[in-house]
C-alpha cells in the first residue's frame, strides 16, 4: 500500500514563500483548500489554480452560442473544445 502526501501550507506561507514546485507535485493550500500542480519552473505566484472539470463546465455556460455561430472563432488545444467542434462539424 501507497500514501500519496501532497505538499500543504496556509496561503500566507505558499505567497510569502513562493517556491518553485517540482513538475506535477501538487501544493494544497490548507486554509482556502485551493491546489496548484507545479511544472518545476515556475514559483507558486505565477502558477493557475487548479480548476475541477464541475467548475470548467459552469464557466461554459455560453458555449452552445459559441459553437452555434456563424462567424468564425479559434480553435483552442483543449479537449473538449476539440470534440464540441468535431461533433458540430465546425472544423
Known amino acids: 500500500m501507497y500514501t500519496f502526501k ?7 506561507d505558499w505567497t510569502s514563500l513562493n517556491p518553485i514546485l517540482a513538475e ?3 501544493g494544497v493550500e490548507t ?5 496548484k500542480i507545479g511544472d518545476g519552473l ?12 464541475n467548475e470548467k ?9 459559441h ?8 480553435v483552442y ?5 476539440l470534440f464540441l467542434l468535431y461533433e458540430n462539424a465546425k472544423v
Not at 57 to 65: D, K, Q, R, T, W
Open 42 to 53: 515556475q514559483n507558486w505566484k505565477d502558477l493557475d489554480y487548479f480548476i475541477p472539470l
Open 57 to 65: 463546465e459552469a464557466s461554459n455556460i455560453g458555449l452552445p452560442a
Open 31 to 35: 486554509d482556502t483548500g485551493r491546489l
Open 67 to 74: 459553437v452555434d455561430s456563424a462567424t468564425p472563432h479559434p
Open 24 to 26: 506535477g507535485e501538487p
Open 6 to 12: 501532497f505538499r500543504r501550507d496556509m496561503s500566507w
Open 77 to 81: 488545444d483543449d479537449g473538449p473544445s
